[in-house]
């Protein structure tokens, strides 16, 4: 049961968690008895948990539903130019707590709830994750939303909702398995069906000369139903719309036919139509080639363009031509996977809407902006040429015509240069015929970025050469961000409070102003209180832990985090290699001083990726043996976090003290995990990839812990040849290491159980864990020594928060805005639906019936 907070804590949490107010405490508890009593058809005696989160969910909802028509009624007003968001994944977590912080209702609805005599807490753990993403793609997705929200840009996230989301994870016996994530079972309090908007997409069929130009018939219909999800800025009372597409068979599937034939099983096939939206694909940086999955991607990108076009018809101004649709539509595609889009718009414009090719090229180029999102080559999307055809032939027609009119202008400018030419097509030709949708993206877009600064430059040196060099001016970097609402505010009160104290709440909306606390980096009660929060932070998360796992685990010692999905590149073996090391240090000589360490690894292994799932074996095989070894006791632990998601990544990130970000330089876009650690008080240990170097930038690079192999030393490596066996030789803590898992010390019973991986490790380890091993090792000892001064430690801590205004995705989108999408942010506040509206011309104009098409 929560205690009620003193006066003290109300006045110290007022700026950041909303005002109570007596009369909101009310309102809020009318509304829950409410929808308890008639949404829910319950009563108190027969309630249980979840009813009661239904009950507070759908009266949190109340509050956004007169914002979010607000929002959209001024919108189709003031007719601003749209961006579209266009992602396969969005990886949303819980919204319930977020949604309360966003409109300023948490301290009314903790104050509500404790009066009901419930603890909200309890309620919180009760939602389901919306779990429509991967990892960092989807999640990226999620926060973009958030803050372009915050930002008062007019936009919309458009993607699919999948009936089951990433799969939830078990160990069984130290192996990963996986398990149907059926979130939707008991509703979704945060959405709403939008069956009226409910359009057609099409698949198969064939092509057909007219005199009216090229014709795409006999194809089958798949509807594509609309699910819409508010999405609310913080404190702005703008509420913007993501819009999921659901997969239904039309009502005469399988029925046209006048056939008498068997009329049950036209029913039952109904179900192959809607499998299209039934399942997220598992896998994180790879690609498979698989029919169901072009069907994803291409039904999000007909339902999404026919919605965006009908928008854009349906204008208050009135709109007679195309001309302008670059100049009121943006649309940005997350990754290739939503690349059908771009001849899907042009087999729009040139087929339905007769625009003369070249006038709709030039929209269609001006409209598109793309975003990479990894350089390894096994993630690029290459689709064969025979299954593009057989699923969608027109598209296929104006892909080989997109690439004709490329290819011409290449081979004008480089005449007789084959070898460029072949490197710069879309389509592939040797071996199975494939479309490179990369390229495709490139040559479709006026804008190109990637996710952090040396992966731009590595998109451009490198991935893309060839393109970059013929329009430079195409190439850009956007540094990913993450939302400071979610990522601080809600799932680190504490230190989100202790920061307003010091500089106000302003952070909140502009992260850029944690360069304040560096003024109090040598202020003794700040460095205290600093430290407190975290130590309170890692007594929740050690008391979560014994909890749902029934593992006990040592407050004091160092929490070592390592999450993220588990890839060879992302190195979690390199980790593992460090824990059998001190394991191994502590065995040798048990007498000696040893830091304590409690070091964390989670993350989710693709099914169908054997050599992760050997990985996250490896680690709990490892655990039991070191957990268990009395000469060891509490001063090493290793846990595998179980089902890593966002909700599970609230809870471990703001109790962590060091952060592993240890992918092999060249490899990791981004990252954005390292960013959440960061402006959560842990330090990082990490290779200079990705976004570490930017955090190096920013905050010093002496106040990480930054070891191993830059771009560069890897590229002379790659040309000198990694060879294994030389740090094997050279390294006796590694060669025992080795040696051990090779003999089966960590798997008695089946001494061979680990062979694949080492021989990966010795034979064919494209990402050369060994040639890192040494310095690793070594920038441990460095944490290790530091995190015995506690003092010097927090000071350390709090120079990383104050540097790490940065990497708010706010910032992002602020850049995205004004670099890529010719938009302003507003800081305009909508009036609240509590206050009388002062319409922008007059009521009789808004309420006109031609509003209909465009209001939402």
Request: overall charge neutral; proline content about 4%; glycine content about 6%.
């Amino acid at each position: 049961m929560a205690t009620p907070m003193s006066d003290q804590e109300k006045r110290k949490q007022i700026s950041i968690r909303g005002i109570v107010g007596v009369e909101n405490v009310a309102e809020i508890k009318k509304g829950f008895n409410r929808h308890l009593h008639f949404t829910l058809a319950k009563d108190r005696n027969v309630s249980t948990q979840r009813d009661y989160f239904f009950a507070l969910a759908h009266t949190v909802r109340d509050h956004l539903v007169g914002r979010w028509l607000r929002t959209q009624q001024y919108y189709y007003e003031t007719d601003p130019k749209r961006v579209y968001y266009l992602s396969l994944e969005f990886y949303m977590g819980r919204t319930l707590e977020n949604t309360m912080i966003n409109l300023g209702l948490q301290n009314a609805c903790d104050e509500a709830i404790y009066q009901l005599g419930l603890d909200m807490e309890d309620l919180e753990e009760m939602e389901e994750d919306a779990g429509l993403g991967n990892g960092g793609l989807g999640r990226l997705a999620a926060c973009f939303l958030d803050s372009m929200a915050t930002l008062g840009l007019a936009a919309y996230g458009y993607g699919i909702r999948y009936e089951y989301g990433i799969f939830n994870q078990r160990i069984n016996d130290g192996w990963q398995v996986e398990e149907a994530d059926d979130w939707l079972r008991h509703g979704n309090p945060w959405e709403k069906a939008r069956p009226e908007f409910m359009l057609p997409v099409h698949f198969y069929g064939h092509v057909e000369k007219t005199r009216e130009g090229p014709k795409w018939v006999d194809t089958q219909v798949v509807l594509a139903m609309p699910y819409d999800t508010p999405i609310p800025g913080y404190m702005n009372n703008t509420v913007n719309t993501m819009r999921l597409w659901s997969a239904r068979a039309p009502n005469d599937f399988n029925l046209q036919d006048f056939n008498v034939g068997d009329y049950i099983q036209a029913v039952l096939d109904r179900s192959v139509a809607e499998n299209i939206s039934r399942v997220l694909y598992p896998n994180d940086n790879f690609f498979e080639g698989k029919e169901l999955r072009l069907k994803q991607e291409y039904f999000v990108v007909a339902a999404t363009l026919q919605d965006i076009i009908r928008r854009f018809k349906a204008s208050k101004k009135g709109r007679i031509t195309f001309e302008t649709f670059p100049d009121k539509v943006a649309i940005q595609l997350n990754d290739t996977h939503p690349a059908m889009a771009i001849p899907e718009l042009m087999r729009i414009l040139v087929d339905i809407e007769k625009l003369p090719y070249d006038k709709a090229w030039e929209i269609t180029q001006k409209t598109f902006a793309y975003t990479n999102h990894t350089v390894l080559p096994e993630a690029l999307e290459r689709w064969p040429v025979q299954l593009m055809e057989k699923l969608l032939p027109r598209h296929l027609h104006i892909i080989y015509e997109i690439n004709q009119k490329h290819l011409d202008k290449i081979s004008a400018l480089f005449p007789k240069d084959m070898d460029r030419l072949r490197r710069m097509s879309i389509v592939e030709e040797e071996g199975v015929k494939r479309i490179n949708m990369a390229h495709l993206c490139i040559v479709g877009s006026h804008a190109v970025n990637g996710v952090a600064q040396i992966h731009s430059q590595i998109v451009k040196d490198q991935v893309f050469r060839d393109f970059s060099e013929l329009e430079p001016e195409k190439f850009q970097n956007k540094t990913n961000g993450i939302t400071p609402r979610r990522w601080l505010l809600m799932c680190n009160a504490g230190l989100a409070e202790l920061i307003a104290e010091k500089i106000g709440d302003g952070y909140v909306k502009d992260l850029s102003q944690l360069r304040k606390i560096a003024a109090f980096v040598n202020d003794e009660s700040f460095i205290r209180d600093v430290s407190k929060v975290k130590q309170e932070n890692k007594m929740k998360f050690a008391q979560y832990l014994e909890k749902e796992y029934k593992v006990k685990i040592n407050p004091s010692s160092m929490f070592d985090v390592h999450v993220k999905r588990i890839h060879e590149y992302k190195r979690q073996l390199l980790n593992c290699l460090h824990i059998i090391t001190m394991y191994n240090r502590i065995k040798k000589d048990p007498a000696k001083h040893f830091v304590p360490r409690t070091v964390i690894i989670g993350g989710k292994a693709a099914p169908g990726y054997h050599m992760a799932k050997m990985i996250i074996k490896l680690i709990t095989s490892v655990g039991d043996v070191v957990n268990n070894d009395p000469v060891v006791g509490n001063r090493l632990k290793v846990i595998f976090l179980e089902n890593y998601r966002v909700s599970l990544a609230e809870k471990v990130i703001p109790a962590t003290d060091l952060s592993e970000q240890i992918s092999t330089a060249g490899t990791e876009a981004s990252g954005t995990g390292n960013m959440k650690f960061m402006l959560n008080g842990a330090l990082t240990i990490g290779t200079m990839d990705g976004a570490n170097v930017e955090m190096a930038e920013e905050a010093g690079e002496g106040n990480l812990f930054i070891f191993g192999m830059r771009v560069a030393d890897v590229e002379a490596l790659d040309k000198k040849g990694y060879n294994a066996m030389d740090y094997y030789d050279k390294l006796p803590e590694l060669k025992q290491v080795m040696d051990q898992i090779k003999s089966g010390y960590f798997s008695p019973k089946q001494p061979d159980l680990f062979k694949d991986i080492t021989d990966m490790l010795f034979k064919h380890d494209r990402f050369k864990v060994f040639a890192d091993f040494e310095d690793y090792v070594k920038s441990q000892e460095k944490a290790s020594n530091l995190y015995q001064d506690p003092k010097q430690w927090t000071k350390m801590v709090i120079i990383n928060i104050s540097a790490s205004g940065k990497f708010s995705s706010d910032r992002t989108i602020k850049e995205y805005a004004k670099d890529i999408w010719g938009v302003e942010p507003s800081d305009i506040k909508i009036k609240p639906p509590n206050e009388p509206r002062e319409p922008v011309e007059t009521r009789e104009a808004a309420m006109k019936p031609k509003s209909k098409g465009n209001l939402l």
